[in-house]
């Protein structure tokens, strides 16, 4: 699962401003079954994430993200950054993956997702 998000702690002064979206243009779903049950799962979203923070703060911020693979196990993007003392936090991300075909190799008699 795909995330993005911060953090401010033990902050005297703060003010922040933040934007973020979560866009899901299409999910392609494909199951491969045969006589004993189902065999493979795929997930494929084409999916867009942005997020944006302008913050002033002391203490310590936290910026956190994190990109799904398609095993939805492991990731393709992931960062944590910390800030500490007096900033101006100014940071973008924008995160986006597209899905428009995968073909199965082993299956017959050759499954397609379009």
Aim: aromatic share 10%; net charge neutral; glycine share 6%.
């Amino acid at each position: 699962m795909d995330f993005v998000g911060s953090s401010f702690l033990y902050s005297r002064e703060l003010t922040k401003a933040r934007t973020r979206n979560l866009e899901l243009k299409r999910m392609n779903i494909t199951v491969v079954a045969d006589e004993n049950g189902v065999t493979r799962v795929a997930l494929l979203p084409t999916k867009s994430t942005s997020y944006f923070v302008d913050a002033r703060a002391t203490g310590i911020a936290n910026l956190k993200y994190r990109q799904a693979a398609e095993d939805w196990t492991s990731s393709l993007n992931e960062g944590n950054e910390r800030f500490y003392g007096a900033y101006h936090l100014n940071a973008g991300l924008l995160m986006n993956s597209e899905h428009k075909r995968n073909i199965f190799d082993d299956c017959w008699p050759g499954c397609v997702i379009a």
